[in-house]
């Protein structure tokens, strides 16, 4: 199967241009100007955006979190996936508590197997880090599982101390993987939160209050100095606060190899949407949304545009709000912690990037999916470029529509950004040269999406200083 798509602008990380692009299989055959050659199917392109498949790298479909699982299967996860101009996911498998890694991937395989539409690979929740699993580690990078996320936060549930994490760190400094830290001081919260409680706040906005950004800023420096020691990489997900970014900044004047994402309800939500009673724990996360006076919106912004940000996922953890969100009703750290999103992160970044002017195209690009490519070890991916898989996007910048719960296609009751309008949107999606989204239709089939082995980092000096180059100029 050849299909053809004529008339559009390539827009990638490092260019954009207009040429025309024949895709032939699964991948990408030819790109050049006024292509002349046949095809099974004609794409037309003009005056739109030829983009890589959005690549989230931080998804969790049917975790099991505070007494109930994430509403999204892979099936009903991926799918509104791509119709959000997402090609490929990296989701959470999870370490069973006193098991080993090999039984959690077993489960998320089970999970995704035949059922996933779009490309998938997965990272490690390290639930119990003890010493025998340490040689475990080396093998889960061989097989392509490259990373391992650990937590400062969640006491009892997913907690490790700092030697536990200390140990994680040098382990990869042997096998090439990646530590991913979900840092806040759980600990700490827990007090605060207790206090909260018995003082009568009992509704969602506790979340926000309990989670000081401070107690993100103070476990980020302490894992970067840990990283530090142990001479490994280190990548912080979900960042939500200057405090926490502020470390990282520091790490970067150091030359230390600290990467970090933030994630679209960072930019765009704020504490304020946690009050209006329990209505508010529809924007119950960890880290919380955090305070729009307090500048931090506007400083995750700053660091997309500076780098110090390298990309921004999703960390998609949809709970409905009847029946999951509202078993937390009388007790704010009952709510189950996680937001949905998958399907609108292309479409944010761009709006709130692009059209305003804070980033350029190709900035936009690279953070939704040419950075998570290269950091995560996803060659195949994250360019329009000869070669590589043909998950393309074609993208039209000036199309616009409104977010809701009624059109959305992901399995949850409602839209953190109801009624809100945005500006881009995705015409048509590829997935590995098959048209699983055009105008509005659902094209795609359950099973089509394959695992991916990713490579491990090797780490990369090459991807740290390519990531750390100046910073495209903000447009307009
Ligand atoms: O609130 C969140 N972030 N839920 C998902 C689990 C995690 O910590 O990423
Ligand atoms: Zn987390
Ligand atoms: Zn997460």
């Known amino acids: 199967m050849k299909t053809l798509i004529k008339g559009g602008t390539i827009v990638n990380a490092d260019?954009?241009?207009?040429?025309?692009?024949?895709?032939?299989?699964?991948?990408i055959a030819l790109i050049g100007v006024d292509l002349d050659v046949p095809a099974d199917k004609v794409i037309d392109a003009t005056g739109?955006?030829?983009?890589p498949g959005g690549i989230d790298g931080h998804t969790h479909m049917e975790l099991p979190f505070g007494g109930t699982f994430a509403k999204d299967t892979f099936e009903t996860g991926t799918r509104a996936a791509a119709f959000g101009?997402?090609?490929?996911?990296?989701?959470?498998?999870?370490?069973?508590?006193?098991?080993?890694?090999?039984?959690?991937?077993?489960?998320?395989?089970?999970?995704?197997?035949?059922?996933?539409?779009?490309?998938?690979?997965?990272?490690?929740?390290?639930s119990d880090m003890r010493d025998e699993l340490l040689p475990e580690m080396d093998r889960?990078?061989?097989?392509?599982?490259?990373d391992f996320k650990l937590f400062t936060a969640y006491p009892g549930v997913f907690y490790s101390d700092d030697a536990r994490i200390f140990k994680a760190l040098r382990q990869t400094t042997r096998n090439g993987g990646l530590i991913l830290m979900h840092a806040e001081n759980g600990p700490v919260i827990d007090v605060v939160a207790a206090d909260l409680v018995a003082q009568g706040t009992t509704d969602p906005i506790g979340h926000g209050l309990a989670r000081y950004p401070v107690?993100?800023?103070?476990?980020?420096?302490?894992?970067?100095?840990?990283?530090?020691?142990?001479?490994?990489?280190?990548?912080?997900?979900?960042?939500?606060?200057?405090?926490?970014?502020?470390?990282v900044r520091q790490a970067h004047h150091e030359g230390l190899p600290v990467f970090?994402?933030?994630?679209?309800?960072?930019?765009?939500?704020?504490?304020?949407?946690?009050?209006?009673?329990?209505?508010?724990?529809?924007?119950?996360?960890?880290?919380?949304?955090?305070?729009?006076?307090?500048?931090?919106?506007?400083?995750?912004?700053?660091?997309?545009?500076?780098?110090?940000?390298?990309?921004?996922?999703?960390?998609?953890?949809?709970?409905?709000?009847?029946?999951?969100?509202?078993?937390?009703?009388?007790?704010?750290?009952?709510?189950p912690n996680g937001l949905p999103g998958v399907e609108e992160r292309v479409d944010l970044v761009h709006d709130g990037g692009v059209v305003?002017?804070?980033?350029?195209?190709?900035?936009?690009?690279?953070?939704?999916?040419?950075?998570?490519?290269?950091?995560?070890?996803?060659?195949?991916?994250?360019?329009?470029?000869?070669?590589?898989?043909?998950?393309?996007?074609?993208?039209?910048?000036?199309?616009?529509?409104?977010?809701?719960?009624?059109?959305h296609h992901m399995d949850v009751d409602y839209s953190c950004y109801e009624g809100r309008e945005v500006q881009g949107g995705s015409d048509v999606v590829i997935s590995r040269g098959k048209v699983v989204v055009e105008n509005g239709q659902w094209l795609g089939s359950a099973g089509h999406g394959?695992?991916?082995?990713?490579?491990?980092?090797?780490?990369?000096?090459?991807?740290?200083?390519?990531?750390?180059?100046?910073?495209?100029?903000?447009?307009?």
């Open 215 to 247: 107690f993100e800023g103070e476990a980020t420096n302490r894992v970067i100095r840990l990283a530090k020691a142990a001479g490994a990489p280190v990548y912080f997900v979900h960042l939500s606060a200057t405090d926490a970014l502020d470390e």
């Open 15 to 27: 260019a954009m241009f207009r040429a025309d692009v024949l895709v032939d299989g699964e991948e």
């Open 260 to 335: 970090a994402e933030t994630c679209p309800q960072y930019l765009f939500l704020g504490l304020d949407d946690l009050g209006n009673g329990f209505e508010g724990s529809k924007f119950v996360c960890s880290p919380p949304l955090r305070d729009w006076k307090a500048g931090h919106q506007a400083e995750l912004w700053k660091g997309l545009i500076s780098d110090d940000l390298q990309l921004v996922g999703t960390d998609h953890c949809p709970f409905d709000f009847h029946g999951q969100k509202e078993l937390g009703r009388g007790d704010f750290r009952k709510i």
């Open 85 to 126: 101009g997402t090609t490929t996911i990296i989701d959470f498998a999870v370490q069973p508590m006193g098991g080993t890694f090999h039984q959690g991937l077993d489960i998320w395989h089970e999970k995704a197997d035949g059922k996933a539409c779009i490309d998938y690979g997965f990272h490690m929740i390290v």
């Open 140 to 146: 889960l990078v061989e097989e392509g599982v490259t």
């Open 450 to 476: 394959k695992f991916l082995r990713r490579e491990p980092r090797g780490f990369a000096e090459a991807t740290r200083s390519k990531l750390a180059k100046p910073a495209p100029a903000a447009v307009g």
């Open 356 to 407: 305003s002017g804070k980033i350029t195209p190709s900035r936009w690009v690279e953070l939704v999916s040419t950075a998570p490519a290269r950091i995560f070890g996803l060659p195949k991916k994250g360019s329009v470029s000869v070669g590589l898989d043909a998950d393309i996007v074609v993208y039209d910048p000036n199309r616009k529509h409104v977010l809701s719960a009624k059109t």
């Open 48 to 51: 739109k955006w030829i983009i």
